[in-house]
């Protein structure tokens, strides 16, 4: 129905952006780690009971997270786990994180900040641990199992987690707007953000990509329309009314799909359940 492009991709150079611009899809990526999920358990090779003991070693974690923990937890926000943007990683070249594995060292002593289950509290390390089990459950690396099972058959061309200091064609830049005593000034978020995204966040997208990922699981490309349904639907029995698995849920759940916001980044994907309407929104500013 409607398509433009606005702004510019790079502001070094003046670059515009267009339809066909990869922007950063922040938290988003949350979405393909919670389809990866459920197509594994539609495969038989995990359950949405499990616990994170069955997939993850033993000392990968706190021996209580590893007991404790399950899956559907998880995918709700509901674990009590927290974020691994840490002062520790804050510290750190963001060159040491492009796998999963390089980003669970941050995570091994989290502690669990309520019983899972019992309370909702947005969590970064909840979806990275996902991305491990994937990769347990599947015997795939996390990145190859979303190219060839969901990037794949919802022909999505121009999405992955790139990694940024390799050349990538038409990617946006992230700008931040800061007032000074010069006026508004520009400043990019390269020194901010990670140097490839993962399972909770910072991949790239296209807005055409994200609505081909929006048709492809409205047709049961993906997934089962039953497990479409699983994933979209309100947890309350886990204290999560407005989440299900992976995806937001607004409008008492005629709309579903996620957000993703960062310095620089801005975006988001309205799927209208029961109708033909998709709306795909990303930007190159907070």
Do not use: C
């Not at 390269?190 to 048709?215: K, N």
Request: glycine share 12%; hydrophobic share 35%.
């Amino acid at each position: 129905l409607y398509s433009a492009a606005f702004g510019e991709a790079n502001k070094d150079f003046g670059v515009r952006n267009t339809i066909d611009t990869k922007f950063n899809l922040g938290s988003m990526n949350k979405m393909f780690t919670a389809v990866a999920v459920m197509q594994l358990v539609e495969a038989g090779k995990l359950s949405l009971d499990d616990t994170l003991g069955r997939f993850l070693r033993a000392g990968a974690m706190r021996p209580d997270v590893l007991s404790k923990v399950r899956i559907k937890h998880l995918l709700t926000h509901t674990s009590g786990l927290g974020s691994y943007f840490t002062p520790e990683w804050d510290r750190q070249s963001r060159a040491r994180y492009r796998s999963v594995d390089d980003w669970m060292g941050l995570v091994k002593d989290e502690t669990l900040q309520f019983e899972p289950g019992t309370r909702w509290a947005y969590s970064n390390t909840g979806m990275l641990v996902l991305g491990k089990v994937i990769e347990a459950a599947s015997g795939k690396d996390y990145f190859d199992y979303v190219r060839e099972r969901i990037a794949g058959p919802a022909g999505m061309t121009n999405t992955d987690a790139y990694e940024l200091d390799r050349v990538t064609k038409n990617l946006a830049v992230g700008y931040e707007a800061e007032r000074t005593p010069r006026g508004v000034e520009y400043r990019n978020n390269i020194f901010m953000h990670v140097i490839r995204g993962g399972p909770a966040g910072g991949g790239y997208s296209t807005v055409e990509d994200l609505t081909r990922f929006a048709e492809a699981l409205k047709n049961g490309r993906l997934v089962s329309r039953e497990s479409m349904r699983i994933l979209t639907a309100p947890k309350p029995e886990l204290n999560s009314p407005e989440y299900g698995f992976g995806f937001g849920i607004q409008a008492g759940g005629r709309i579903v799909g996620h957000s993703g916001g960062f310095p620089g980044i801005n975006s988001q994907l309205d799927i209208y359940v029961g109708e033909d309407y998709t709306v795909a929104v990303m930007s190159n500013y907070g």
